[in-house]
């Protein structure tokens, strides 16, 4: 019988075809008609990996430009600390910034399963041998296993699992997406003052992606005015960027903590699971590794187990990129001169610490 996966995103699509890749059976219902753009994303080295096992590497290479370095500056440019990404990832895991777009059609590239859109799954059932799911069309079916890949308001969730999970960001309340002219930076570089942090990351050679955020959860308002008002007094490469921005986006900052992550055979992939804030890019990092796992299962294991087995496999990864995610967070809310003063010291070591765990290889059945 058909596994369906619920969402054709990210975590959807990577599923998808490690499912294809182990000859398991899949279907993917999306509800928006055509595959979604999206600005950019950041992917660090596990991500790479992580594709690089779906049998992308090649195609990955060839898309957005890669991140070798980090930079870590004051309001007022001074640097506090860098890291040297191509040195600590290593060649074959180099960090890369690429066009979401770009990434989905790489996922989508070949991929030989039914892909049912625009249609909405509206509920999901846990029946003995499978789940019953029910489309926005008046229709319902029958699957053998269900993976809701439906993002931060998931229906898999909230109907077959159970619960919201939903918390608002410890580290912001909400965030800034956007392109801009790349107005000379060369490298992954953020800039942190009391009122907000920015991030531009060059994603070619014309254009950088920037996301901007406050600090302490503090609010982000959705008029762009908060933007100027709080970066006014920033560096040169990001004034120019607030006069050159492209493809605006506002939305809050919200992550995912539930209990479990499964019920009968129904689970929970990426941000529909475990969505975190973006402080270590991890979002599309952890679902494809949910889903390259998931599939390993499928293909050999009784389903009735699959859902305990997976949340066996995955949880104490998720939980080390929380509590790095929540460490970071209590960092950023400490008062600007005594953030400062402490970062050159402890950043390059935190970096190491969170990443260290990330680039081993995560466990596999």
Known sequence: MDVLVVGGGIAGLALARALRRRDVPVTVA???PAAGGGLAI??????????????????????????GRREYRTRKDRL???????????????????????LLALLADGLDVPVRRPVEVTAVRPVAGGAEVSFGDDTRQHFGFVAGADGVRSVVRTGAIGGDGIRESLLSAASWRFMAPNPGVGCWTVWSGSGGAILLIPVDDDQVYGYASATGGRAVSSDVSWLHDTFRSYPRPVREVLDGLTDLYHSPIEEVRTGTWSAGRCVLVGDAAHATAPVWAQGAALAVEDGLVLADLL????WDTVGAAYEGLRRERV???R?????????????VWLRDLVLPVIGPKTYRETYATLRHPFPTP
Do not use: I
């Open 323 to 335: 509590a790095a995610t929540d460490r970071f967070a209590r960092a950023a809310a400490l008062p």
């Open 42 to 67: 950041n992917l660090p080295g596990n991500a790479v990996a992580a594709f690089a096992a779906l049998g992308l590497a090649d195609g990955l290479q060839k898309l957005g430009r890669p991140t």
């Open 80 to 102: 506090l600390f860098a890291v040297d990404e191509d040195a600590f990832w290593g060649p074959e895991a180099r960090p890369r910034c690429v066009r979401r777009s770009d």
């Open 30 to 32: 999306e509800r928006s």
């Open 319 to 321: 939980a080390h990129v």
């Open 299 to 302: 293909a050999g294991a009784d």
